[in-house]
């Protein structure tokens, strides 16, 4: 048969945007948590908290440099009325000098020197609040990481399992192929030949389910590690399926060394004390050196130049010492809250060590139960087709078979995935991940 080449032409040019539009890119788990490290919105918001922190310290330093201060003022008078009171009983037998303008410069100068401690504990308090601050922003990328090795686990499974049912979908419809002609010829009835086409119904309903659901999957991780939308994510079970059982936390005392939100919690304790021995410095006066220089210029009345002035200041708020007891108790209070977050913290965290614990062990042990299964599976089913080729088993019996064997191979494949998620949560748990994955190299 002659083929139209402008066909061909016109069916490439249709295909050709389509073949276009998608662009497949395999991407290590590692590779795809650092670039969410890089590029999610939740690790850019940590980071611009942590900065504002860092700015929130230098600024609370600058309150211990001295201030300067510099004013200049030029005024017009009319018709000022001047009368200078010198102590003597003589009057002036002058005129009345004529007062039209004032020329006022000043400068000021003012550096603290004892404030009750207010501003020493400031600083340890808000460098507390900035590290604790940062270790907030590490449990984030912790928890970022989490979600990208979850988003991964679910298209491994999304992408095996499609395989897998393409693959059997194919049999299927070769048996039915098979049937067809058997029919024909009379030889099974025409009910075998419909339940081979309904079990690649089912297949066919389970593949479309499988393949809508890894479209889902695929959008919400590229849209979270801010790909465009048109690449599709392949996992390599190379790039995904791996892990090291050498770095198995033995105990929760490896978590409560290592998780970060708890860590921030324990230096926010320690700023709340801090602000309690700034809210006791209210009970303290406030010393400060003072200096400055003044020239006025009252025209035709007096003339000051180079009016140097240095000394100490000092104040006291006498009615801050009793209504200071307050802001001290609510500052201790407010310690005691951040004291009794770490405890509930440190509780939950021993909890959800055991929990991701058990779940790892659990998933190894189902793992092992799968992959014997499938064996099983695969041999029981070579046995019926066996019987069903020799005429002892029927078409029920040889399908049932085949569904039992592709589930066998389905629930090695996702119990491989689950392992390796459960592996990842339990180092997430323990405050591991963001090592495993070198956090340094971003």
Known sequence: MKINPYLVLGVSLFLMPSLQAQVKESLKLEEAIHLAWQKSSEVSLADSKVLSKSLEVQSVKNRMYPDLKISGQYQRLTNAKVDLQTGSSSSSTGGTPVVNQLVLGQVTASLPIFSGFKLRNSVKA?????????????????????????????????????????????????????????????IIPRNDLLKAQLQVSKLQLSLDKSTSDLNTLNFELTNFLKLDPSTVVEVLESDFANFDMSGIPTSDETALGNRKDLEAIQLAQKASLDNIAIAKSGYYPSIALVGGYTTLDLKNVINVQNAMNFGVGLSYDLSGILKNGTTVKLAKSKAEEVKNQEAVLTDYIKIEVKRATEA?????????????????????????????DNGLADTNDLLEADVEQLASKINKTLSKADSIEKYYALLSASGQLNQTFNLSKI
């Open 126 to 186: 808000s460098d507390h609040m900035y590290e604790a601050e940062t270790a907030n922003a590490l449990q984030t990328k912790e928890e970022v990481a989490m979600r990208v090795i979850d988003y991964y686990a679910q298209l491994y499974k999304a992408q095996k399992t499609i395989d897998l049912l393409s693959e059997n979908k194919k049999s299927a419809q070769q048996r039915v192929d098979d049937f067809i002609q058997l029919e024909k010829n009379g």
């Open 360 to 388: 790892f062990e659990l998933s190894l042990k189902q793992e092992q139960v799968y992959t014997e299964a499938v064996g099983q599976a695969t041999e029981n089913y070579r046995i019926i087709k066996d019987k069903y």
